[in-house]
């Protein structure tokens, strides 16, 4: 695997130094519109992930296993977007929307690290309510801290190791022209289209890690919650079963969200593929999914709303 400096050394052959961003161009109506969209919804995913975040550091009654893992997903939300919709949002409002090459492979690789981070945190926050709600005598030993942890970095590290990857590959085609990206981030399937010479092994590639690194995942949440549902349904109290249901729901509606468009993305064959769609798709999973996480998981979860009324008259007492 190269390093990242392969980036540049490779491509000095290139005749493209720096690619011009098409994003949603063939809305010019819109661009105002879209702007303040994604501003709204990229600023409601900052300060709730931050309040999550925060809610969960200060009361030591949510520092379980759950909680930890929401910690580290908040964490991944606020970097996930942060690497792609400044950009954006700086050219819907500006003539200027070039890229660097090094920029985008800068781009893309944190784009790439944080979302398979993400799927890898989702298939462990699967498995923390699959020993909680299937094993629960034995949670707290086998989810102790170092699991907890363990599980947290080998997420953060399949990203690393995938995003450098990916990033390496893509960027050691050559790019020889037109250099206009249609789409309003540096993404890998838009960018093949744009590179000189065969991409059939760079298509491959994409194929697999998306197998790997995003169905996989999916596949095995979703055999945990099948054996989860199994628990519940045998469950001999009402009261036992709903709560159950309640703690379980919020983490399948976002699994549902995210990897739904994912799959869509990264899976469809070649010849179903539309710019358009796909950047609309994009807009879905890199904004949307990012707000409506916090809001989902807070009003969802009663913990979480109480705790976070307790720091709210904690403020006024202060005042």
């Not at 000095?12 to 969209?37: A, D, T």
């Not at 798709?281 to 705790?307: C, D, G, H, Q, W």
Request: charged share 10%; net charge positive; aromatic share 12%.
């Amino acid at each position: 695997m190269r390093s990242p400096l392969a980036w540049t050394t490779t491509n000095r052959s290139s005749l493209v130094s720096e690619f011009i961003f098409v994003g949603f161009s063939g809305l010019p109506r819109f661009q105002l519109l879209l702007f303040m969209l994604v501003l709204s919804m990229y600023a409601v995913s900052l300060a709730g992930n931050t309040v999550i975040t925060t809610i969960i550091r200060l009361n030591p009654v949510l520092h379980t296993p759950m909680y930890f893992f929401l910690t580290n997903l908040s964490l991944l939300e606020i970097c996930y977007t942060t690497a792609i919709v400044p950009k954006m949002l700086a050219c819907l409002v500006s003539e200027n929307k070039k890229i660097s090459l090094w920029g985008c492979a800068t781009q893309m690789y944190f784009f790439t690290l944080f979302g398979i981070a993400e799927c890898c945190l989702l298939a462990a926050m699967a498995y923390d309510r699959y020993v909680a709600i299937c094993n629960p005598l034995r949670y707290t030993v086998v989810m102790n801290r170092v699991v907890c942890a363990q599980l947290s970095v080998a997420s953060w590290s399949v990203g690393v190791m995938v995003g450098l990857g990916q990033t390496n590959y893509v960027f050691s085609l050559t790019y020889c022209g037109p250099n206009r990206i249609n789409h309003f981030f540096c993404d890998i399937p838009p960018l093949l289209t744009l590179a000189c010479g065969d991409t059939s092994m760079n298509v491959i590639a994409v194929y697999m890690v998306a197998v790997l690194f995003i169905t996989a995942p999916f596949l095995l949440i979703l055999t945990s919650y099948i054996y989860i549902i199994a628990s519940i349904l045998r469950m001999p109290s009402a009261e036992g079963r709903h709560k159950a249901f309640s703690t379980c729901s919020s983490h399948l509606i976002v699994v549902s969200l995210f990897y739904g468009s994912g799959i869509i993305t990264y899976l469809r064959p070649k010849s179903s593929y539309s710019a358009e769609s796909d950047k609309l798709l994009s807009l879905f999973y890199t904004v949307v999914t990012s707000m409506l996480n916090p809001i989902i998981y807070s009003l969802r979860n009663k913990e979480v709303k109480v705790a976070l009324k307790r720091m709210m008259v904690c403020r006024e007492c202060l005042k």
